[in-house]
């Protein structure tokens, strides 16, 4: 693995941790709380903090994931080459995609 990889992976898996934290943190209270799913939803309806907090966790998940993952298949796959970079280029663009258009529709909901 490339130094740039190794640094973005350990970089965004200090951002996971807290972000995985403050996120089953945030359910458990909910949970706890009795918050209904339409309470929840109106909590976090147009509330930028969430927005920005839900777009960094995503991004992060989109950088860190297709890291480890193409070690992963390099190894046990023996897949090499650019074919295999594109790949994960394009499954972190999907995530990203996905994953802000998720945290999207709730802040717009």
Known sequence: MS???HLAQRGTAAILALA?????GTILYAVRGGLSAGEILARTQGNRGFLVFYGVF???AAIHA???LRSVLREWAGWHG???DAAMIG????????GLRAALAVYLA
């Open 66 to 68: 297709p890291i480890g």
């Open 82 to 84: 650019r074919s295999l």
């Open 58 to 60: 995503v991004l992060a």
């Open 3 to 5: 130094p740039l990889l």
């Open 20 to 24: 995985v934290a403050v996120h089953l």
């Open 91 to 98: 499954l972190a663009a999907l995530f990203v995609c996905l």
